[in-house]
Structure formats: structure tokens, C-alpha cells
């Protein structure tokens, strides 16, 4: 097998977390100590409001802090709004855009999510763009399809391929405790690095990743994480709680 990046291992705590919840990421960062930070490289996202704390409470542990959206714009009239450069100075490094949460209930467009990418890209913010199939899209045989249009409308040609990372996550997975089969994942996640490498092209391909999301819990992070073009891990309710999040990471494939 070809070497793989280091695993990229990323919670995505969805509407959920209170100051409270801090101690959650207190743990995380004792738990990521130096054998676990050569196998993954960690990263929380919690709700916007957290982002400023956690990111200090985080400080000297090598553990990342995210958001899980961001408009499009630097600055402005739009009330209720964060932008990219709001949320890389209160402390975080990247940014989901497009998962299909915001897809469904917000109506984001692939345009919209590819304007989100770049903003994140222009705040120096690492965005994670998600891209994932419906039950009946899979049902219908469409997957690969459907993948193939939502790359190709939300991934920015122009992004460097170590700045910018792809999340599968199959909606029908989400919070479901359904996975597709390891060998539908093969399939995606090789079909989506094929894809990278015509809208990024082949130079830095290497290390570029996919991460797989969608129901990861540790009783089946290894054998998702051992596959050869799964990258990582996108993780829900599996993040909120560190002893589950810190056991996702530590089933990551030793560096070879
Ligand atoms: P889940 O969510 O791990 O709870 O299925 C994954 C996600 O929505 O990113």
C-alpha cells in the first residue's frame, strides 16, 4: 500500500456544548500526547460560541480548533452572520463547509459552499468541504454521480491540495449508526481522489485527503481508517465526549 498522509482526525460537535463542555477538550488535549500526534493530527470543531475558549484551552497541546461554518464575506451588514477571519482571530485554523446539515436546512448550494471554501482560504483557515449522497441516491445508483457534481461545484480549482480537505459523508449515515460496507467506502473515497486529482491536478496529490464521516464510533474507526483512501474522519456524537474521541484517534494506522 502507498503511504498515507497522517491521519487527520476531526469532532464536529453540531449545536451542542456549554462552557461546561470545555472539560471535554481539557481531556482531549492531556489524551493527544506525542505517540497519538505522530499517528493523527486532531481537531475539534465546536459551536462558534466555544471557538475563542476552547481554542485557549487548547493552547500548547497541538490540538486544532475548528468552526462548522462561515459566510462568505470578510465583514458587513449580515446580521446574525460569522465570517472566516471573524473565527481564524478568535483561534481557529479551519472551518466545515457544505456538511449536509447546513446543506438541507440552510439550502446551501454547491456555489455557496465553493464561496465559503474560499473565504475560508482567505482567512488562512483550512476549509473541510463536505460532499455526501442521499439513501435514495444510493438506492437509485447515483452515488458516484451525485459525488462527481458536488466536487466539481464545491471545490475551488485554485486551492493548494494541503490546504483543503473533503469529508464523504454518505447523509443517510449521519447519526443513524449506519455505515456503508468498507468496500462502498473504498469506492467512494478512491472515486473522490480521482476526482481531486482533475480539479486540483496531480501536483501535491499525495497529501491531500479525504476523510470518511458518517456514524464513526471507535468499535469501527480502525477498520474505516485502515482503508487505502480514507484519510481520517469527520465524527458527530462520537466527538462530544473525549474518552470516544481520543479512542477514534488512537485507531489510526501507525505513520509508516
Ligand atoms: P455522526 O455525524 O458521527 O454523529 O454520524 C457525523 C457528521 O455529521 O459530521
Known sequence: MPAKPRSLIVGNWKMNGLRSSLVEI???ARGYDSKL???????????????????????GS?????????????????????????????????????????????????????????????AGLMPII???????????????????????????GSADSETLVVAYEPIWAIGTGLTPTLADIAEVHRFIHRELNAILGSHGAALRRVLYGGSVKPSNAREILALEHVDGALVGGASLKAEDFLAIARAAPAPH
Open 26 to 28: 481539557a481531556h482531549m
Open 37 to 59: 500526534r505522530r499517528a493523527c493530527e486532531f481537531i475539534v470543531c465546536p459551536p462558534a460560541t466555544l471557538v475563542y475558549f476552547a481554542a485557549k484551552e487548547a493552547l
Open 62 to 122: 497541538h490540538i486544532g480548533i475548528g468552526a462548522q461554518d462561515c459566510h462568505i464575506e470578510a465583514s458587513g451588514a449580515f446580521t446574525g452572520e460569522v465570517s472566516a477571519e471573524m473565527l481564524a482571530d478568535s483561534g481557529a485554523t479551519t472551518v466545515i463547509v457544505g456538511h449536509s446539515e447546513r446543506r438541507s436546512y440552510s439550502a446551501e448550494t454547491d456555489g455557496d459552499v465553493k464561496s465559503k471554501a474560499l473565504a475560508a482560504l482567505r
Open 130 to 156: 463536505c460532499v455526501g449522497e442521499t439513501n435514495s441516491d444510493r438506492e437509485g445508483g447515483h452515488t458516484l454521480a451525485v459525488i462527481k457534481r458536488q466536487l466539481s461545484g464545491s471545490v475551488p
